[in-house]
């Protein structure tokens, strides 16, 4: 499966802010999320990098800390390239202390609590 956007992350002083548009694939758009009436708790788009010592994202805990690492969380996600690798399913309710689906999350291709093995993410100049 595979996910295509125009992407373009913003400059230190704006927080490295994602912006995404364009989408074309077969795995489902988890980064905008425009067909769920979650979107505006789950797109990424127009959100600045969180890390667990910079947390920018709208819930009132550390998405980064509480999910593994650092991305472009809203409240807090429907992908999530940098989460902990599960092989394939889990129960989140293990995942102590926080039990929830921190694994390599695409949630409009797999489950969240479905842990993908492999991504890759490929990035070149608009120039190109």
Same mark, same amino acid.
């Given at each position: 499966? #595979?996910?295509?956007?125009?992407? #373009?992350?913003?400059?230190?002083?704006?927080?490295? #802010?994602?912006?995404?548009?364009?989408?074309?694939?077969?795995?489902?758009?988890?980064? %905008?999320?425009?067909?769920?009436? /979650?979107?505006?708790?789950?797109?990424?788009?127009? /959100? !600045?990098?969180?890390?667990?010592?910079?947390?920018?994202? !709208?819930?009132?805990?550390?998405?980064?800390? /509480? *999910?593994?690492?650092?991305?472009?969380?809203?409240?807090?996600?429907?992908? +999530?390239?940098?989460? %902990? *690798?599960? !092989?394939?399913?889990?129960?989140?309710? !293990?995942?102590?202390? *926080?039990? %929830?689906? +921190?694994?390599?999350?695409?949630?409009?291709?797999?489950?969240?609590? *479905?842990?993908?093995?492999?991504?890759? /993410?490929? %990035? #070149?100049?608009?120039?190109?």
């Amino acid at each position: 499966a #595979r996910g295509e956007y125009t992407v #373009r992350v913003g400059s230190e002083v704006e927080g490295y #802010r994602l912006h995404v548009s364009g989408y074309t694939g077969d795995a489902g758009d988890a980064l %905008i999320m425009p067909n769920s009436d /979650m979107a505006s708790y789950l797109s990424h788009s127009g /959100m !600045k990098f969180s890390t667990f010592d910079k947390d920018n994202d !709208k819930w009132e805990e550390s998405c980064a800390e /509480m *999910y593994g690492g650092g991305w472009w969380y809203n409240n807090c996600q429907a992908a +999530n390239l940098n989460g %902990i *690798y599960y !092989k394939g399913t889990y129960d989140p309710e !293990k995942n102590t202390p *926080y039990e %929830i689906e +921190n694994g390599v999350v695409w949630a409009t291709y797999k489950p969240a609590n *479905y842990s993908l093995k492999t991504v890759r /993410m490929f %990035i #070149r100049s608009a120039a190109f």
